[in-house]
């Protein structure tokens, strides 16, 4: 599922690209529609995206938000294997064929277009989705706070400060977040911090020398020191490298990011700890997820 990183890399590749442009037609695959969410369906999309103007495109947690203009807003909540692409599609027998050749057409994980807004300088915003779970939804302006997926979030892990993350983990701080349980789900919970999901977890967890099954209350101020710097510095630098393309994500323009080259520890079952510990990292099933560690220096707490 793309994470912080990833959704970062198509909303800034996105704003370069499509704000100030208007909308001039949306589709749907008819046999395979989009969910909506909360929202209108999708005759009112079509609708009241019509003649808009895309105004500005921002990321919160994992979601797209993108204004229009009018009193409107799309939210794209990607979810497992649904990515934004710019490109240009034309429709063969009702089934949108890339007219662009390179990754958009040539890349599988580029080729499950569901939903196209056809924009007026001749490009298209297609999301392509795989596995069918990817939302458009098509909300108010002042209800997208409301949104079941936004209203509880924690916070977005680069714009707090270290006493502020600290206080995460503080009992006593009476925040609704969680405090408590295995560090792995805890990183990974929304509510808690925003944004991080499976590789980013086990990449802090692997970076800070923890065991995924630690408990959050077993942590002392330094190891929360340790967590906060290393998830700075990692989702910054999988910004950089543009997100990690091991599974589906692509960028808008179908191009893989590069951070699945530098990962240490998500997917590497098997391989060599790059700590040089004589470590191997180890896959291990927790809830209905997995995590991958070393057992060798990641310490359990
Ligand atoms: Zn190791």
Redesign the pocket.
């Known amino acids: 599922m793309p994470e912080l990183p990833e959704v970062e890399t198509i909303v800034r590749e996105l704003r370069k690209k499509v704000v100030g442009l208007k909308i001039k037609n949306a589709w749907v695959d008819p046999r395979r529609p989009v969910n909506t969410g909360v929202g209108a369906g999708w005759a009112q999309i079509k609708k009241q995206t019509k003649g808009k103007k895309i105004l500005s495109v921002r990321r919160r947690a994992k979601y797209i938000v993108m204004d229009i203009s009018g009193d409107k807003t799309l939210f794209v909540h990607q979810k497992i294997s649904g990515h934004l692409l710019y490109g240009k599609w034309k429709l063969v027998n009702g089934v949108p064929k890339s007219a662009i050749h390179g990754p958009l057409e040539e890349d599988r994980q580029n080729g499950y277009i569901r939903f196209i807004l056809y924009l007026n300088n001749g490009y298209q915003l297609g999301l392509s989705d795989l596995r069918r779970f990817g939302k458009v939804i098509l909300v108010d302006d002042d209800k997208v706070k409301d949104l079941k997926e936004i209203s509880g979030l924690g916070p977005e892990p680069l714009e707090i400060n270290f006493s502020r993350f600290k206080k995460l983990f503080d009992p006593s701080n009476g925040l609704r977040a969680r405090k408590k349980g295995r560090l792995k789900q805890v990183l990974m919970d929304p509510t808690f911090i925003a944004g991080i999901g499976n590789i980013y977890a086990d990449e802090i967890l692997w970076a800070s020398g923890l065991h995924p099954l630690s408990r959050a209350e077993n942590l002392d101020g330094k190891d929360i020191r340790r967590i906060y710097d290393h998830t700075i510095r990692i989702l910054k630098k999988a910004i950089k490298y543009q997100g990690s393309s091991m599974d589906d994500y692509r960028l808008p323009s179908g191009k893989k990011g590069r951070f699945q080259d530098i990962q240490n520890a998500y997917q590497k079952t098997g391989q060599k700890?790059k700590?040089k510990?004589g470590?191997i990292i180890k896959r291990l099933v927790i809830g209905a997820r997995s995590a991958h560690f070393?057992p060798?220096?990641?310490i359990l707490k």
């Open positions: 700890c700590k510990d470590g070393c060798k220096h990641q």
